[in-house]
């Protein structure tokens, strides 16, 4: 008996005990035996037998409190949204355009927060992941489908957040492969040993590093009237603009988010009890992440913008001298490394984790976090596999600047797919009383329409 306990008794890495289910748990009287028959609802929905992190209970908190109580999520997924990718491409757009493309910047804020308010309801009201959602809903086959977008998207983001990475390396003269053994190690080291709470907190303290971006748009004195008349300028007929334009929304609004932040809300256990208070930390996020874009597309066109009106820029080496000339050249680079540092290390976490949790949705292993790699060893396979296989690639030697605004476009062609999906299921999905109806429904259908449009005609035209 004892050693049957022993046996079968596994510490789970967040500290709680994992005990089996069935008959041989009440054998050894772990479980009531009403406990030996449960229906689908009962079961943990991340496909862990041991279930979500507890939720924080929310009395009756003052406001800000009970949006940092819940905080965590929201807050890592619009830090991730401001990636390398994003960051090369804000960096191109103000080097080749100047301010104006500043105004989409603006219109981006709220459609983001659409977008992922839609994804947090889903989430804390049904308990489900997006794929598990599109799974029950549609079918196998949609399902499928979806997840298939997810890894073309997956795939192209963590080759532009590496590439990043190794930009940054050898910007110190430290090679590619070299970056990548070190990055990839540390990554793989804390997912395999730590907790969803270690990981999240590991990854907003290095998302945080991408506010230096807005104290370099400050320091490069942008001109103000410029920043005016570009926000009533709008080259609609320019097809390269059109083209960055279309790279810029699908550098804001990416499938990876949608999946991440439905399953993470799930994993911290995040009740219906707790939507308003996610919903503000979805908004702020939303502010922060497009301010990040503003500070590297206003900087950049501040500078060579200025100087050398539609230049491209080829390396990563480029855009930290277009970025910081006005620092000095040894304070300028720190400031750049660690900014583009901490946006591509905080984005390839949640996006190797996005697809491995994206995935599993679908073919139905487990995948918590709080299990043991031994008992997930798919959902730790499938997150290493992602990063060695990017890595690879990187190390092989790849034009990061071409590859990274490439990569927003896909994204941007993609938003059909990933939108249409997201609507269906706030029409579909929900309760009666957290439905999307009525009014809010018609503006949140307009806005995925028009930007989903927007984007493939943008991509389409500006290709030719």
């Known amino acids: 008996m004892i050693r049957n306990w022993l046996y079968m008794r596994v510490i789970r890495k967040d500290g709680a005990f994992d005990f089996p289910q069935g008959e041989a748990g009440n054998r050894i009287g772990l479980l009531p035996k009403e406990n030996l028959m449960t229906d689908r609802s009962s079961m943990p929905p991340n496909g862990s037998n041991s279930g979500p992190l507890a939720a924080p209970p929310m009395p009756n908190k003052p406001w800000l409190r009970r949006v940092l109580a819940v905080s965590g999520?929201?807050?890592?997924?619009?830090?991730?949204?401001?990636?390398?990718?994003?960051?090369?491409?804000?960096?191109?757009?103000?080097?080749?355009?100047?301010?104006?493309?500043?105004?989409?910047?603006?219109?981006l804020i709220p459609i983001l927060f659409v977008v992922q308010e839609l994804t947090v309801r889903l989430g804390v009201v049904t308990h489900r992941g997006h794929g598990e959602l599109i799974l029950e809903r549609f079918g196998r086959g949609w399902a499928w489908l979806s997840?298939?977008?997810?890894?073309?998207a997956c795939i192209g983001a963590l080759v532009s957040e590496l590439s990043g990475l190794a930009g940054v390396g050898l910007l110190f003269g430290i090679p590619a492969w070299q970056t990548m053994?070190?990055?990839?190690?540390?990554?793989?080291?804390?997912?395999?040993?730590?907790?969803?709470?270690?990981?999240?907190?590991?990854?907003?303290?290095?998302?945080?590093?991408?506010?230096?971006?807005?104290?370099?748009?400050?320091?490069?004195?942008?001109?103000?009237?410029?920043?005016?008349?570009?926000?009533?300028?709008?080259p609609l007929a320019d097809h390269d603009y059109l083209y960055l334009a279309t790279a810029n929304i699908g550098a804001v609004i990416m499938p990876w988010m949608v999946f991440y932040q439905q399953s993470a809300v799930i994993e911290k256990g995040m009740k219906r009890e707790h939507l308003n208070?996610?919903?503000?930390?979805?908004?702020?996020?939303?502010?922060?992440?497009?301010?990040?874009?503003?500070?590297?597309?206003?900087?950049?066109?501040?500078?060579?913008?200025?100087?050398?009106?539609?230049?491209?820029?080829?390396?990563?080496?480029?855009?930290s001298g277009a970025?910081?000339?006005?620092?000095?050249?040894?304070?300028?680079?720190?400031?750049?490394?660690?900014?583009?540092?901490?946006?591509?290390?905080?984005?390839?976490?949640?996006?190797?984790?996005?697809?491995?949790?994206?995935?599993?949705?679908?073919?139905?292993?487990?995948?918590?976090?709080?299990?043991?790699p031994l008992e997930a060893p798919w959902f730790y396979g499938?997150?290493?596999?992602?990063?060695?296989?990017?890595?690879?690639?990187?190390?092989?030697?790849?034009?990061?600047?071409?590859l990274s605004v490439g990569v927003q476009v896909l994204n941007a062609m993609l938003l059909p797919i990933v939108l249409g999906f997201l609507f269906a299921l706030a029409a579909r999905a929900l309760p009666h009383s957290d439905r999307l109806k009525g009014g809010y429904a018609?503006?949140?259908?307009?806005?995925?329409?028009?930007?989903?449009?927007?984007?493939?005609?943008?991509?389409?035209?500006?290709?030719?």
């Not at 270690?198 to 009237?225: M, T």
């Not at 503000?280 to 100087?307: D, P, S």
């Not at 018609?442 to 030719?464: E, P, R």
């Open 147 to 152: 997840v298939s977008t997810l890894a073309i």
């Open 73 to 107: 999520p929201g807050i890592v997924v619009m830090l991730a949204d401001t990636d390398a990718g994003s960051i090369i491409t804000a960096a191109q757009s103000g080097a080749q355009r100047g301010y104006t493309l500043l105004l989409l910047q603006l219109i």
């Open 277 to 319: 208070a996610l919903r503000w930390e979805t908004a702020v996020g939303a502010v922060i992440t497009q301010l990040v874009m503003i500070g590297v597309l206003v900087a950049t066109a501040a500078t060579i913008g200025r100087v050398h009106a539609n230049t491209p820029l080829d390396t990563v080496q480029e855009i």
């Open 382 to 402: 499938i997150f290493t596999l992602c990063l060695v296989l990017a890595g690879v690639l990187v190390a092989s030697g790849t034009n990061l600047v071409t």
């Open 181 to 234: 053994v070190l990055v990839i190690g540390g990554l793989v080291s804390i997912v395999w040993t730590a907790s969803y709470r270690s990981v999240e907190r590991i990854a907003i303290v290095f998302g945080a590093l991408e506010l230096l971006f807005i104290w370099i748009a400050w320091r490069a004195h942008p001109d103000g009237h410029a920043m005016a008349r570009a926000l009533l300028h709008i």
């Open 323 to 372: 970025l910081t000339p006005f620092l000095g050249s040894e304070l300028g680079r720190a400031v750049f490394a660690l900014g583009m540092s901490g946006a591509a290390i905080v984005a390839t976490i949640v996006v190797s984790l996005t697809a491995a949790w994206g995935v599993g949705e679908v073919a139905g292993y487990r995948r918590s976090l709080a299990d043991h």
């Open 442 to 464: 018609l503006i949140a259908g307009t806005v995925m329409f028009i930007t989903a449009a927007f984007g493939i005609y943008a991509a389409l035209t500006g290709a030719v």
